[in-house]
């Protein structure tokens, strides 16, 4: 009974979206049960569509985890987005100077390293990367109080252009017109699951990475319920004041939160680099780390939910690619007006719980 | 280097600032009643994709302007009803309306111009490049009389300091907050419309790129004060106004000077500031709490 309330109230987001969406589509003149069949239907097709949709999801895990883990420690980290970029550039960096990259006679690297050396070596220097950006602004809301939000904004637009500066002038390839960096060692690719599962065509660009966002949840999980760090941030989050007193010390915790929380995002840098396109990429994320707010939210800070979460949004990135095509006005930005509506909905949540309450429809579940 | 600094750079400098000018103070409404606005940034868009449409429909960019406005006052009211009516979290309902402002617009732009997400090219003649410029300028005074020398700056502020207390000398809370943010969304609806009718001639897609936040950030550099957040607005706009007259210049060396440094120099003035390194800036004191009346 209490799992099946903690899904009542994302289920009415969902479909409250749908429902303005609807209306949306209703408005510039198409039909939205048509738009709807296509966007669900292209998503779950095998083996394309459900190929693309674990792809397009496989980010959303990572950074609707991130998202997650912030929040139980009552922090809002809306920098993931900065945060898998410096992670997904330092991810390619080291791949090429460990990789042996030549680009035009020019040698970009400083050694060779085999693949079972580089890809571990790649994968962590991501999951740092990610976690020093985030514990930035953690130290400074532990150290001097200021504000999360306002910092994790400000350092996705630093981490966004000094990433952009050490690709322009560092790492592009000469005569290359666009922003990316040199390609990255053949060592450091992580390879698609089609080339080792059978009944998986290898065309599909589902990686590796996704069985590592699976991992990602399960130590997630273990991480927040089964250890002493965990449990310190989630009392940290309920009640800082409280497990202060209780000799938690509230500071550490934070900034631990904001690594974890951004260690998490910057694997976006894995499947995106070592596992896709094999060099980083100026733009790459479609929004990856404001959509993990969303998925979080819509989640419930809670593994599994944020898993479930990524794979409904992540079926709407690819349906989304489909209805743009196939239909008359409709594009793909319905997405984003549908994952807006979501959010809106859940952050709305605790006032109707609060009157769900006052009728005793449904009792309170305790976190 | 010398041929950069000129009275050309000033009126950039101007002109760069105007939008953040009417955001910031827009903002300051808000959240000097005690609601984040993290939403600038859509509003901003908001009022940028409405004015540019109605411009082109209309042939008169007044009309415009007024339908910007409109359009921010429409989305901040989606802000003010999450906030103050059920509650939500402010940042979370404010990153919600910045994600639907990304989409929205090319949504709808989509169909009605048949491109993606940008409207069409406005005459030269239906523009209004200067006269937000100077009504920003008069914004500041206003803003400043506003919230310090009337009735309802006072209880504005009131509320957002110590709302039990205002709430006890008979001021509604609620009221007080929901015009704060409507406010909020009509300047920072000028500020959007003046990005798309002003300084270049229709929307395209993100047109704000960040303009929002770099408002926000003004803001919190200005300590929520109009004179202070005036002058943070002219420093990042003649940040901005720099980087574009040095795209393509060569230093002696023969090197061109890397643009990102200048463009993240507002992101990290902020961010010493907010640390307090330079003087303390304190948000109001009840600042994204939402407000219930004891029973």
Redesign the interface.
Known sequence: MKHLSELLFPLIAVIAAFIVGGI?VL???DDPILTYQLLIGSALSWPDGIGYTLFYATPLIFTGLAVAVAFRCGL?N?GTEGQLYVAAFAAAWISIKLGGTVVGGVNYSWASLPALALVPIACLVAILMGAFWAAIPGY?KA??G??E???T???N??GI??V??FT??YYKTPGDPIMETAEIGVAAHIPRLGSFIPGIPTRLPLNVAFLLAILACVLVYIFLWKTKWGYEIRATGANPSAAEYGGIAVRKQIVLAMAVSGGLAGMVGINEVLGYRYRYYEGFSA?YG??G??VA?LGRNHPVGVFLAALLFGMLNRGGIFVDAFTD???K?????L???V??F???E???RGSFNRFSLLRRSKV | MRSIFSIALIFSTLRLATPLIWASHGGMFSERSGV?N?ALEGIMLAGAFTAASVTFYAGNPWIGLVAGIAAGVAISS?HAV?CI?????Q???G??????M???P???G???FAS??STPQIPKENLIPWTPVFLAFLLVPATWYVLYRTPFGLRLRAVGEKPEAADAAGVSVKLMRYSAVLISGALAGVGGAYLSIGQSSLFTRNMTS?RG?IS??AL?FGKWRPVQTMLACLLFGFTEAVSIQLQGVRLPSGEDI?N??I??IP??L??IV???FIGQSR?PRAIGLPYQKER
């Not at chain 1, 930005?333 to 007006?337: A, G, I």
């Not at chain 2, 009516?85 to 979290?89: D, G, L, Q, T």
């Not at chain 2, 990153?95 to 639907?100: D, F, G, R, V």
């Open positions: 949306f408005i510039i003149g809002l809306i400074l150290r001097f200021s504000h939000v306002i910092n904004i400000m350092m637009f630093i252009a000094l952009s500066y322009q002038y929004s404001f959509t707010i969303a939210l006005h409709v594009s930005d319905l997405v984003e007006v994952q807006a509506v959010i809106l859940v952050a709305c605790a006032f109707f | 984040i993290i989606i999450a009516r059920f509650n939500a979290n940042v979370v309902s990153m919600a309306i910045n994600i639907l990304i989409g929205l090319a949504f709808l989509g169909s009605l993606t997400g960040g936040f926000l950030a919190i890397p990102q440094f463009q993240i992101y990290v902020t961010i907010l640390a307090g948000a």
